[in-house]
């Protein structure tokens, strides 16, 4: 449960506890949204595609999300972490889209993969920022690893999602089209996130 006090050892403010909740929705959607895009692997292989196949798309996804991550850690706050977060959570539901829209492997299943990992390192990186900016030194580790914890549940329920739309029937697009509704609403939840941060400052 989220610990109630806060900077200082104060009780948080309502602001406060809402940020830490509509940061947790948003990361958990996300990662949600990232989990079921798990089932790349076995798409590609539904296409005719093998494990190397795959292996080539997460290959070329990875210098792109590289120089993201590489940018952000070098300039952290020229844009605004929520900001990049919503940024980045429409990219992926754009990319997502993009994999379900794709019948065969090529260029614009390559295009989807390097979209959906460099969003992905944008909002691994942004999330831990907002819940920095509402930490003290004595409880930042704490509240960092509420937002990086529940990434990582996001990536279990994801896959354990997919397999379950898998089950009742739908396509891998439809399942990819399911992530693209996570990811949209992770960014629709910003809104909120953003009005909240806005009373805090």
């Given at each position: 449960?989220?610990?109630?006090?806060?900077?200082?050892?104060?009780?948080?403010?309502?602001?406060?506890?809402?940020?830490?909740?509509?940061?947790?929705?948003?990361?958990?959607?996300?990662s949600s949204a990232y989990?079921?895009?798990?089932?790349?692997?076995?798409?590609?292989?539904?296409?005719?595609?093998?494990?190397?196949?795959?292996?080539?798309?997460?290959?070329?996804?990875?210098?792109?999300?590289?120089?993201?991550?590489?940018?952000?850690?070098?300039?952290?706050?020229?844009?605004?972490?929520?900001?990049?977060?919503?940024?980045?959570?429409?990219?992926?539901?754009?990319?997502?889209?993009?994999?379900?829209?794709?019948?065969?492997?090529?260029?614009?299943?390559?295009?989807?993969?390097?979209?959906?990992?460099?969003?992905?390192?944008?909002?691994?990186?942004?999330?831990?920022?907002?819940?920095?900016?509402?930490?003290?030194?004595?409880?930042?580790?704490?509240?960092?690893?509420?937002?990086?914890?529940?990434?990582?549940?996001?990536?279990?329920?994801?896959?354990?999602?997919?397999?379950a739309l898998r089950r009742?029937?739908?396509?891998?697009?439809?399942?990819?089209?399911?992530?693209?509704?996570?990811?949209?609403?992770?960014?629709?939840?910003?809104?909120?996130?953003?009005?909240?941060?806005?009373?805090?400052?």
């Open positions: 449960m989220i610990a109630d006090t806060g900077r200082g050892g104060r009780r948080r403010s309502s602001a406060e506890r809402a940020v830490l909740w509509l940061l947790i929705g948003c990361v958990l959607l996300a989990g079921v895009l798990l089932l790349l692997g076995p798409y590609v292989k539904s296409l005719g595609g093998n494990e190397a196949t795959y292996g080539v798309l997460c290959a070329v996804a990875a210098p792109a999300a590289a120089v993201a991550l590489l940018l952000l850690l070098r300039y952290p706050r020229r844009v605004a972490p929520h900001r990049l977060l919503a940024g980045a959570c429409l990219l992926y539901a754009a990319a997502a889209l993009l994999a379900a829209s794709t019948g065969s492997v090529g260029g614009w299943l390559v295009t989807a993969s390097i979209v959906l990992g460099t969003a992905w390192s944008v909002t691994y990186t942004a999330a831990p920022m907002i819940a920095s900016d509402l930490a003290t030194d004595a409880d930042r580790a704490t509240l960092i690893g509420y937002a990086t914890g529940t990434i990582q549940a996001g990536f279990g329920v994801g896959p354990v999602l997919g397999n009742a029937g739908l396509s891998y697009q439809e399942v990819f089209v399911a992530g693209a509704g996570l990811a949209l609403a992770a960014a629709l939840l910003v809104i909120p996130l953003a009005a909240c941060l806005r009373r805090l400052s």
